[in-house]
């Protein structure tokens, strides 16, 4: 598949600069992060903010002929989420080209999701609101119920550490960031679940209390109360990074 598309409700002097994958790529902005497959460039139109992820790889040798090219499996992981009603961040334009069947390039472009920050960096900057029973409750529930709604659909996001996820100003949670998630089965699908959690965990067993941990996982799994299959859950989320931190 090659082609590029953008959003119907573009801006029509936006839509025209991002009208095709050459003019995305001509594209100047403030660079995020590169490295030697892609890039990301910020850039505003009309006080919006949008993130640019440009792909000029997809690896070496087969690579560039077999799987999914990264851009396209994190295109169509956001557009999953949003098929779910997991709150993620709003594609605007996306696409790739290929040559002879090889990958040559593709773009990904989202609309900011305003006001956010990624909950890593709350972590990292003791911010005040991991304090606050009332707001980590808030944020847990929505985390939990997004978490289960990727799991209750085999799918697994594969990389769900706290800097991929956003909370705004009004305590609202979304998804980002997801290319290497997918869809699994049997054992794999229950270590790749266990993972997901035990990424999560990572993070929390420094910043929250253990009841807090403890009714995260009461809200995902659904139950009050745990039973012998949950605690052995628990056990396996507990154990999995255990020696590799």
């Keep these: 598949m090659s082609g590029w598309r953008v959003s119907d409700d573009l801006p029509a002097a936006l839509a025209l600069e991002l009208a095709s994958l050459e003019h995305v790529f001509a594209l100047q902005g403030k660079r995020l992060t590169r490295d030697p497959l892609s890039e990301v460039i910020l850039i505003e139109r009309e006080g919006v903010r949008y993130y640019v992820k440009r792909y000029w790889g997809a690896g070496k040798g087969l690579r560039r002929y077999i799987g999914r090219p990264r851009v396209k499996a994190e295109w169509q992981n956001l557009k999953y989420f949003a098929k779910w009603g997991v709150p993620t961040a709003e594609i605007v334009g996306y696409g790739l080209e290929r040559r002879r069947g090889a990958f040559v390039r593709g773009a990904l472009i989202t609309r900011e999701l305003p006001n956010t920050q990624d909950l890593a960096l709350l972590a990292k900057c003791g911010d005040a609101r991991l304090k606050d029973g009332a707001w980590v409750q808030r944020v847990s529930q929505q985390l939990a119920t997004a978490t289960r709604t990727l799991h209750a659909h085999r799918f697994?996001?594969?990389?769900?550490?706290?800097?991929?996820?956003?909370?705004?100003?009004?305590?609202?949670?979304?998804?980002?960031?997801?290319?290497?998630?997918?869809?699994?089965?049997?054992?794999?699908?229950?270590?790749?679940?266990?993972?997901?959690?035990?990424?999560?965990?990572?993070?929390?067993?420094?910043?929250?209390?253990?009841?807090?941990?403890?009714?995260?996982?009461?809200?995902?799994?659904?139950?009050?109360?745990?039973?012998?299959?949950?605690?052995?859950v628990i056990h396996k989320i507990l154990q999995f990074f255990e020696g590799r931190e």
Excluded: M
């Design 156 to 232: 697994v996001h594969n990389d769900l550490k706290w800097r991929n996820l956003l909370v705004n100003d009004h305590a609202e949670l979304f998804f980002i960031d997801c290319p290497t998630g997918g869809f699994w089965w049997g054992p794999l699908l229950d270590y790749r679940v266990i993972k997901d959690l035990a990424c999560l965990d990572k993070v929390a067993k420094y910043q929250l209390s253990r009841t807090q941990r403890l009714r995260f996982y009461q809200q995902y799994s659904g139950n009050a109360r745990l039973s012998a299959d949950d605690k052995r």
